[in-house]
């Protein structure tokens, strides 16, 4: 499994290690060749010393070495070695702790001497100079004799430096481990409180179950990295709270729509067989209205299902409106001259869409049938449709209902008297055409305006 | 026994309406919440089923109005919400019972007898006075072991007297308990009802169990 607290313990561990050898690495190297350069300049002032020393005589080469050159850091004189040649192989000078031994012909110029490193004549480890110069001679010789070159080289023994190098080395490295060590716990513990508020928010994230979904995280208090991924989840927790709350309240409602005829259904029969009253004929009739009533109401559920899923064929072809409009109205009218309804009627002749005729007819006559049963008694309405906007709007006058229910109206189940008295609308007719008019790509939109309710089939980018 | 029945479904309200009617009850109906509210706090029953989904005015708020006004009549609450949260809901605002639909009939007259029965302090299905014995269940008295030709309301009279023997009874109480609102009441209906009550009884042993008490009611107690 993926950590991040183990990935990001990973990560700075070996960025810190890779830190620690590179800086040990840097901190050995510039010791190294400040070690050297102060080694090399007492060697280069040693060779500089015979180089002075060095006079051209008529006889070659003449020097005078004083005991003085091997005092300083490499006193003992065993351990400094040097030889003075001529460029014509002649040995003019040489350090008695050279014994029969010679040291290997090397060299630079005076300006850049050569310098290496060596196993000295006695076996030890040494550091040599070598540089080639023109020996002074007699300011009365000067003219007189050719100036001869001459090669000077001197080495000593570099344990010392060595031991120091090694010593510097060991401290680095048990340093560097000792920090390395140290680091481990330091990262886990850094990291630990710094993932505090994330296990925190975890650990609220896991105690939220269906029945606390009102629970919300506390923003304020987190670490600005994590306010948005918190923002994120109370958002996250407040659309499946009102989501789960209008599955709750439409079980509920179900339970409520089906119990209601069962009982009834129920009660019917257990009465009858109980106190037979010989009126067959009426019991039957009645209890062919509730199997009617909990037909209707399943199969209103089945299609709502079944288009949500979107198993809905659609069949598109050009629709008339106008003449579809009265097709679905003439079943309606009589109930509308009942009440006295004043019906307008706005759709131009020869309007056509291209649609699913079986779902725009389902859309309409739901709508129109909603707006003759819901309007007051006297009341009116217009179904209109306005040719710029593309919209087919069913408008009514309604007497109950308030700003407060229009959220609710596409709500599945939902019906403004709670009680459920009204037995032939179940509450999924405008459910039913919202996701019709889905399938078909429009929207269904809602709107009260004093008194009047209008509902507005419209393509889906106005919805 | 009177029972008011509050209940929306005008086809459930008429079979339990009947189904009581037919088990010797005298019933009131109301399809919402107001009309049921207006006859609870105006009659004296003996119990009140209640649906909560009402129209005008919810159930619940039927029962808490009616027990804030210190009625204590027992109510049985009828309804779909069978959530363990709705239940108690429901039994803390004042229900004394609590049934789910769809239910079985028997099971509503049976705890709809139970209910009444608590009103008089009565756990029995049977009621004793000397000889004669009333049957809360089957709704048949006998007396002396033979038993008695009751119509429906001399039964239902028989068994109120019975179930607050030794206490009297006035004229007012039995006709809030024995005639539904729609009863048009002759000014001797109660009393012409318990002499008919009274001969049968009187054929059948021969004492008198119901005794007057002069401008107060009856009393039915032990022949003296």
């Not at chain 1, 789960?244 to 409602?253: P, T």
């Not at chain 2, 009616?66 to 239940?87: C, E, F, I, S, Y």
């Amino acid at each position: 499994m993926k950590s991040i607290r183990r990935q990001l313990t990973l990560t700075m561990l070996c960025g810190f290690g890779l830190l620690v050898i590179l800086s040990s690495l840097t901190i050995y190297f510039l010791t190294r060749i400040a070690l050297l350069n102060e080694f090399d300049s007492v060697l280069r002032a040693k060779a500089f010393t015979i180089m002075s020393l060095a006079e051209q005589g008529h006889n070659g080469i003449q020097v005078e070495i004083p005991r003085t050159l091997f005092l300083g850091t490499m006193a003992d004189e065993n351990s400094l070695f040097f030889e003075l040649w001529q460029t014509n192989g002649v040995v003019c000078a040489r350090s008695e702790s050279l014994k029969d031994a010679s040291l290997p012909l090397h060299y630079g110029s005076q300006a850049q001497p050569l310098y290496w490193n060596f196993d000295l004549p006695n076996g030890l480890p040494g550091r040599a100079i070598g540089l080639k110069f023109v020996p002074q001679m007699d300011d009365e010789d000067v003219g007189k004799m050719t100036p001869v070159e001459a090669i000077v080289m001197v080495a000593a023994d570099r344990r010392s430096l060595d031991r120091t190098l090694d010593i510097l080395g060991a401290v680095l490295v048990v340093s560097g481990l000792l920090t390395i060590i140290i680091t481990i716990p330091m990262v886990n513990i850094t990291l630990r409180r710094g993932h505090a508020p994330l296990e925190e928010l975890a650990r609220q994230a896991a105690a939220i179950n269906a029945d606390s979904l009102k629970v919300r995280f506390p923003v304020d208090s987190l670490p600005d990295e994590l306010r948005p991924i918190a923002g994120r989840l109370n958002d996250l927790l407040q659309r499946l709270e009102s989501s789960f709350e209008r599955e709750r309240r439409f079980s509920a409602d179900i339970a409520h729509e089906l119990r209601t005829p069962l009982s009834e259904l129920r009660a019917l029969a257990e009465v009858e067989l109980k106190w037979p009253d010989g009126e067959a004929s009426e019991k039957h009739r009645e209890t062919l209205n509730i199997a009617l009533q909990m037909e209707a109401m399943v199969t209103q559920l089945l299609a709502l299902a079944r288009s949500e899923d979107g198993k809905i064929p659609l069949k598109i072809e050009t629709v008339e409106i106008a003449p579809l409009v009265e097709e679905i109205w003439r079943p309606l009218a009589a109930r509308a001259k009942e009440k006295n309804l004043v019906f307008n009627f706005d759709i131009p002749s020869g309007t056509i869409i291209s649609t699913d005729r079986t779902l725009f007819h389902s859309i309409l006559a739901n709508l129109l049938s909603n707006a003759v049963e819901y309007t007051p008694r006297d009341g009116n309405g217009k179904i209109r449709w306005s040719a710029g906007a593309k919209e087919l709007t069913v408008s009514n006058t309604v007497h109950d209902l308030t700003a407060a229910d229009m959220p609710h109206l596409f709500e599945r189940l939902w019906r403004k008297d709670k009680s459920r008295t009204d037995r032939e609308h179940c509450g999924l007719g405008l459910v039913l055409c919202q996701t019709f008019a889905e399938g078909l790509g429009l929207g269904l939109k809602a709107t009260l305006d004093n008194g009047t309710l209008t509902i507005s089939l419209v393509p889906r980018s106005g919805a | 026994m009177r029972v008011l029945l509050v209940e929306d479904s005008q086809r459930l309200q008429k079979s339990i309406g009947k189904a009581l009617q037919k088990s010797g009850y005298v019933v009131d109906a109301s399809g919402d919440g107001e009309g049921g509210l207006w006859l609870a706090e105006s009659n004296d029953y003996d119990a009140i089923i209640l649906d909560i989904m009402l129209p005008k005015l919810d159930g619940m708020t039927l029962l808490r109005r009616l027990r804030k006004n210190g009625r204590q009549t027992p109510v049985l609450m009828l309804t779909a919400k069978d959530t363990v949260a709705d239940r108690v809901e429901g039994l803390q605002t004042g229900a004394d019972d609590y049934l789910i639909k769809p239910f079985a009939l028997e099971e509503l007259l049976a705890r709809v007898q139970a209910l009444c029965r608590r009103q008089y302090d009565s756990k029995n299905n049977q009621v004793v006075v000397a000889g004669l014995k009333i049957d809360l269940t089957a709704h048949a008295a006998t007396l002396g072991g033979q038993s008695l030709d009751l119509t429906a309301r001399e039964y239902r009279l028989l068994e109120y007297l019975a179930l607050r023997r030794g206490h009297i009874v006035t004229r007012g109480e039995i006709e809030s308990h024995l005639y539904n609102e729609s009863a048009d009441l002759m000014s001797n209906a109660v009393d012409s009802a318990v002499c008919t009550l009274r001969k049968k009884l009187e054929i059948a042993g021969g004492a008198n169990f119901i005794h007057t008490k002069r401008g107060l009611g009856y009393v039915l107690k032990e022949p003296e």
